[in-house]
């Protein structure tokens, strides 16, 4: 077979090979689909491609969930000549983010759709025409649904884990709320559990330009012209809110296009407009005017945040363990709206991971930055458990093979020893998850870290650590009174704007507080300050503008003043020098410092 | 003639009452003005307005430039019973931020547009028919050659001002680098250099619905059907970039219009497309389609960057007074952009002052904070030098007769006494300027300051002080080697997170770094961490989230220290105990010290 492809060897070897697109019938009488809109449908045609092996388990289904434009061809090629392979090649093949070596990878056309699902330009049995605007208007939960059915009627029950960008994410986060039972993993990537006013002021523009071209005529333009010019505009508008500013700039810039000066009339000349124009005409070819209505439509309809009231309401149920992914640069569904996500599944106590990934690609960031998108979705799927539903979900900890072969650093030995077996621990400014990861294998706890470095926060990712990307002074004020039993915070609190104000919350948010810092009042320390006048040289902080120096010279004593004038209790004081503890003169004679505080009436140490 | 107005006396009071625009006839035969284009163009009709007096010296004429769809009526009402004044009536009256009682203001409609000023919807003499496409195409250098036309023709030679938003302030930057010689002080307002790629493709999109809609005709639709989908278009994604994410949020959210429930259906449902819908309708009515093709492209071709190479050059010979105002939620044209104009002037050594103003009305709050846009414009025209260009206007401490009368504070005078009479003196995190404001009085320095907090920043501007709205941090290194005498941080450096690095910067910009900070080291401070053991309560920072807390506890030694290894010299050490200069054992019993150092051969001190 290889002998016949037109693509050089290397391409096909990474690639899930030639496929093709299947379709199934769904809702067939008497059965229909009752949509959200009040209305009834069926039969559905659904269109839909798979990759990979299913495991005679059952268990290793992984749901590719497809934006707007996309379609149920997500990986390989249709022929032997086709010039481009599936939308979402760069992450599903052998070897590759969602590796299909190791799962069955399902991604279908969404309902409303025009590549092979039932949709608005699909016949209307009644009346043999296409349907046009008479066709009902669907929502992300009628897709959802039809998402499950097509599983049915492939015989899978449950998904080992459900994953989509942008309106695939909504998708995901459809999933995960209603069908709480089928989901293990759910990996939801820059979206929204709504849009935003500016968003769908945006898809109404395009709408608009759809509906007042003249060649659009109520959606029944199959036999004559197409609205090309109101689907093309549409597209335009659309496909500048998917780059940045940044990402515009740093592709186009000002240049014009084939010139090195203005011609002075209205064609295309600068390479911006060049490539819009592109775009539109491009579109056109592929897509259809009616689906592009529907869809948006659905779009600006979801919204998760309305559902029981809440969103944290809505959230109650959730099984799966959710991972929120956003990017910087995407102003269309911003890092902001993901953060919704993540706090409402917080505040419900559930397991999610959070990574805010620094690309200057905007919303499209979701299918061009496959190399950090790759590894969190394979550290997601790896970490999905198997045997799910049987143990907790909820439960971040109890995966104790895995860990345990960390070699801890000596303060954070220390800090174990104060931990109780299987209770919350909150570790704040977490690093790449040696402490929680060691905690999990030997205390049994339910971890969660808070990580500023987004490669750091991969790492945890990797150990399968539930955490959330971000300044701890910013994430602490999000959680909620008592959410854990320890919150940790190891050498860093020196380094804090605001160290005073992090020791509150910290004894808010859990119920004790483990901080370690080096002791600015050590014998050294005071010598110099007596004898010679000055504190630490790295105090003018001139290594480095980037750098996060400890900006403040804080001791033993300090924090001890700090308690006993906040009524907060010193559980315990480990004073060390040189990682051994010492008892008498511990400021005087401590070069580092363990405490372990709290305010609630009891005690909560092993 | 108040008894047959229809607005209320307290409307007309504060308004420059019922006025009317004006027509003039300029580049009449033999005349003609060469445009950009290489074609020519005459005669052209200007419409404008004036309020207000010309002062007997002409002296006080302010040219107000208007935005993409604005016109010449920019303040007052034109009849009794209008129901809306000029565009700019919040900013232009008596005793408003432009005042009619002090100034002679002119607003004139730009060239190419549709408002009584020739543009392309005005008939060609050659065929008698409207121009439409024929119409040449014209820039923003072509609209500023106009409008000095209209002031020579009104007999005025200089400008005291000229302000103006958006492409209003792209006007007004094209007066400071065209017209030199004739404007005293420039306010650009929400606008850029040259637009980005971003803004150019989201004028690229309006344009294409235009040319799009099947009544457009190449412009000579003026018979029949006018383009009024693909004008409302272009409107509704203009309208998206006019506003910001937050402040769409805060007007709509999700809002559904006179609904509780969605219809289901492709009417506009939500608040914010009722909105667009509406802004189109109403824009079509009032507006031209080839004008809003001939503007948008004017404004896209517009780039002060690309001319003679650089931004730099492109101000090399700038005599105005510049002052720019940006508003944090501007996507459109953001303050990066504003912040291009700023630092060009910087590096040229020319007076400019900015101020970012924190706003949710994105681009549309030059419009929408009078309050303090108001305060400002009305301090800049205070300050713009009416004797100019008799004085140095690049100079900007010659208006000695109005400071002096500031009570400093001790260390600010301890600091006035050793700078040099008429030097240049940078003063970071200067506040409202009373060091800069004593030392033009006192030395007639040439001053500038840089601050963080906005309304500090405004208080500087009404002194008349030339001043840079930021972050120090972030300011120093954009500014230039050597670019000042004396640089001044006064009680600051223990509050920053390097304060190495910009003790180096601070020598780099200057010749001589002043600074003054509390002397850690002081005898309490030591007694206190030998004694008791540790420092300062105020350290754990217990009082705010959002206070700037000493981060640092540094003495003169650790000073002292930096300087030996650095290799810079101290050319004065002021120790100071209770306001008193102490001589022995400085670092013991300073309790705030005073230095000036410098890394250049010669010491620079009076």
Sequence with gaps: MLSSVAHPPETLRDSVGLVRTHQATLFEPPDELRLECGRSLGPIQVAYETYGQLSPQRDN????????????????????????????????????????????????????GCKGTTGPSSLNPATDRPWGLDFPVITIEDM???????????GIERLLAVVGGSMGGMQVLEWTVRYPESVAAAIAIATTPRLNAQSIAFDAVGRNAILADPDFVHGQY????????????????GHITYLSEEGMHRKFGRQLRNADRYRYDFTNEF??????????????????????????????????????????????????????????????????????????????????????????????????????VGRLIRAHLAAAPADWPETDATVNGDVGDRSS??????????????????????????GGGALLDSLRGAKRVRGKGVELDADAVIECCERGLSVTHGDLEHELPRLADSSYDYVVLSKTLRALRHPGRVLEEMLRVGRVAVVSFENGAHWSRRLRMVLR???????????????????????????????????????SCIALSKGKAVRAWPNLRASEVILALTRSGEGFLP
Excluded at 85 to 96: A, L, Q, S
Excluded at 144 to 154: A, I, R, S, T, Y
Excluded at 222 to 237: C, Q, T
């Design 61 to 112: 289904a992984v749901l590719v969930c497809h934006a707007l434009t996309g379609d149920a061809h997500a990986a390989g090629y249709h022929a032997p000549d086709d010039k481009r392979p599936g939308w979402w090649d760069v992450m599903i093949g052998p070897g590759k983010g969602i590796d299909t070596n190791s799962y069955f990878v399902i991604c279908a056309n969404v309902l409303g």
């Design 144 to 154: 959802v649904k039809v998402q499950k059915g097509l599983l049915e009627h492939l």
């Design 222 to 237: 199959h036999a004559g012209s197409l609205p090309d010019r109101g689907l093309s505009i549409a597209r335009m508008v």
């Design 271 to 372: 390479s911006v407009e060049t490539y819009l124009d592109h775009q539109g005409r491009a579109f056109v070819e592929r897509f259809d005017a009616n689906s592009y209505l529907y869809i948006t439509k659905a779009m600006d309809y979801y919204d998760l945040t309305a559902r029981n009231g809440s969103l944290e309401a809505a959230t109650r149920d959730v099984q799966a363990k959710v991972h929120v992914i956003s990017f910087c640069s995407d102003w269309l569904f911003t890092p902001a709206q993901s953060r919704q996500i993540v706090d409402a599944l917080h505040s419900n106590g559930k397991a999610v991971t959070y990574c805010n990934i620094d690309s200057p690609y905007g919303h499209d960031a979701f299918l061009l930055e496959p190399e950090r």
């Design 405 to 430: 072969l960390v070699e801890l650093r000596a303060d954070h030995r220390r800090i174990e020893e104060l931990i109780r077996p299987q209770s919350r621990v909150l570790d704040l400014g977490c």
């Design 533 to 571: 006048g000055h504190s630490a040289p790295e105090d003018l902080g001139c290594c480095s503008w980037r750098d996060t120096p400890n900006l403040r010279e804080l001791s033993l004593e300090n924090l001890e003043r700090f308690c006993r004038r906040g009524n907060i209790r010193i559980l």
